[in-house]
């Protein structure tokens, strides 16, 4: 009796060590912490992102659903990738170091992943990206763009030049496109890695771009331009300014303006500038009494109207070099889904 009982007690002991000896399984939801939201930091790159709630939310829901048990430091420690700072009004209340794919440091022990399971690094690196809207201003020797004036970007610098090199670049239907397909007056999302070079303009390398907006409105005017451009060309020869007076234009803002003379300069390469006739006159640059326009001509634009519903932009315009040297007409230019389409009537010469 007396040995069974001894050999009951024992396997009760050397049952009790195994259990011991089990290594027991640790969750992220197991340290039931009350945040605010995440912040998240790369140890490669030292930049940081403040997730909003949803996206905190979101990388707490996928981390949540590891399994993690202790173990030893890894052998070869060379520092973390991303540091989980979990906060909550405003001050860091625990933190989560990611070593690599399968293993985490949190409070000066480390834990590791099953066997069959690795953390997503990919998604962790996504939400270390910045992403910032923009305006592109040249397209004529890389891409230069206006960030948008409430984003951190416009802080650093008001012109930022982006590297494109190995950036994809989606178009509004989410289609993979090419940087051709990017003009100037497009509105774009940019996603980087936070790094800017501090030079003017400043400098970043773009990792993905998304074009949210082609500026029609910039293009059709651009188009009607170069249309009455390439009439009567002889009125072109010598010329090296290209003045445009768009004092009756409502439907452009300053900065469509400012975009729509960078465009046309790099179509033609020559000086544009907007000016009107008295102003031109007060330059210097026409001759009043001889009513002449040695260096340049002047295209006026007016009874401008854009209906953006049918993609439609009615107009009057004319070019002029001298008394005896300007044509106009009254314009009708039409967005077929890839190109303007221009038709003129009560078209004059003089």
Do not use: H
């Given at each position: 009796?007396?040995?069974?009982?001894?050999?009951?007690?024992?396997?009760?002991?050397?049952?009790?060590?195994?259990?011991?000896?089990?290594k027991k399984p640790f969750s992220i939801e197991n340290t039931k912490l009350e945040f605010t939201n995440i912040?998240?930091?790369?140890?490669?790159?030292?930049?940081?992102?403040s997730l909003d709630e949803n996206e905190s939310k979101e990388l707490y829901n996928y981390l949540k659903k590891?399994?993690?048990?202790?173990?030893?430091?890894?052998?070869?420690?060379?520092?973390?990738?991303?540091?989980?700072?979990?906060?909550?009004?405003?001050?860091?209340?625990?933190?989560?170091?990611?070593?690599?794919?399968?293993?985490?440091?949190?409070?000066?022990?480390?834990?590791?992943?099953?066997?069959?399971?690795?953390?997503?690094?990919?998604?962790?690196?996504?939400?270390?990206?910045?992403?910032?809207?923009?305006?592109?201003?040249?397209?004529?020797?890389?891409?230069?763009?206006?960030?948008?004036?409430?984003?951190?970007e416009f802080r650093s610098s008001d012109k930022i030049s982006i590297g494109t090199g190995s950036a994809i670049?989606?178009?509004?239907?989410?289609?993979?496109?090419?940087?051709?397909?990017?003009?100037?007056?497009?509105?774009?999302?940019?996603?980087?890695?936070?790094?800017?070079?501090?030079?003017?303009?400043?400098?970043?390398?773009?990792?993905?771009?998304?074009?949210?907006?082609?500026?029609?409105?910039?293009?059709?005017?651009?188009?009607?331009?170069?249309?009455?451009?390439?009439?009567?060309?002889?009125?072109?020869?010598?010329?090296?300014?290209?003045?445009?007076?768009?004092?009756?234009?409502?439907?452009?803002?300053?900065?469509?303006?400012?975009?729509?003379?960078?465009?046309?300069?790099?179509?033609?390469?020559?000086?544009?500038?907007?000016?009107?006739?008295?102003?031109?006159?007060?330059?210097?640059?026409?001759?009043?009494?001889?009513?002449?326009?040695?260096?340049?001509?002047?295209?006026?634009?007016?009874?401008?109207?854009?209906?953006?519903?049918?993609?439609?932009?009615?107009?009057?315009?004319?070019?002029?070099?001298?008394?005896?040297?300007?044509?106009?007409?009254?314009?009708?230019?039409?967005?077929?889904?890839?190109?303007?389409?221009?038709?003129?009537?009560?078209?004059?010469?003089?």
């Amino acid at each position: 009796m007396k040995r069974k009982m001894y050999l009951f007690l024992s396997i009760l002991l050397f049952s009790g060590i195994l259990v011991g000896c089990t290594k027991k399984p640790f969750s992220i939801e197991n340290t039931k912490l009350e945040f605010t939201n995440i912040e998240v930091r790369d140890g490669t790159t030292g930049n940081m992102v403040s997730l909003d709630e949803n996206e905190s939310k979101e990388l707490y829901n996928y981390l949540k659903k590891i399994v993690f048990t202790k173990g030893k430091s890894p052998e070869q420690n060379t520092g973390w990738r991303y540091a989980l700072d979990f906060m909550a009004d405003g001050k860091v209340i625990d933190t989560i170091m990611i070593q690599d794919e399968s293993i985490i440091k949190y409070r000066n022990y480390f834990y590791k992943t099953d066997d069959d399971t690795t953390m997503d690094l990919d998604y962790i690196a996504s939400l270390c990206k910045s992403v910032f809207k923009a305006l592109v201003i040249d397209n004529s020797n890389g891409l230069l763009v206006k960030p948008d004036v409430n984003s951190n970007e416009f802080r650093s610098s008001d012109k930022i030049s982006i590297g494109t090199g190995s950036a994809i670049i989606y178009d509004e239907d989410k289609k993979e496109v090419d940087l051709n397909e990017i003009q100037i007056g497009d509105v774009i999302n940019i996603t980087y890695n936070g790094i800017i070079l501090e030079s003017y303009p400043a400098q970043i390398t773009a990792d993905y771009i998304n074009i949210l907006e082609s500026n029609l409105l910039i293009d059709g005017y651009a188009t009607i331009i170069d249309d009455i451009y390439n009439l009567d060309s002889g009125l072109n020869s010598g010329i090296n300014i290209i003045a445009l007076d768009l004092t009756e234009i409502t439907n452009l803002s300053e900065t469509d303006k400012e975009i729509l003379l960078m465009k046309l300069y790099g179509m033609y390469g020559l000086e544009v500038k907007e000016s009107t006739f008295d102003q031109l006159a007060e330059e210097g640059l026409i001759n009043k009494e001889e009513l002449y326009f040695p260096t340049g001509i002047i295209i006026t634009i007016s009874n401008s109207e854009y209906k953006e519903d049918i993609e439609t932009l009615r107009y009057d315009i004319r070019k002029w070099r001298s008394g005896l040297g300007a044509i106009g007409y009254k314009g009708n230019a039409k967005f077929d889904g890839e190109k303007w389409i221009i038709s003129s009537e009560n078209m004059w010469v003089s």
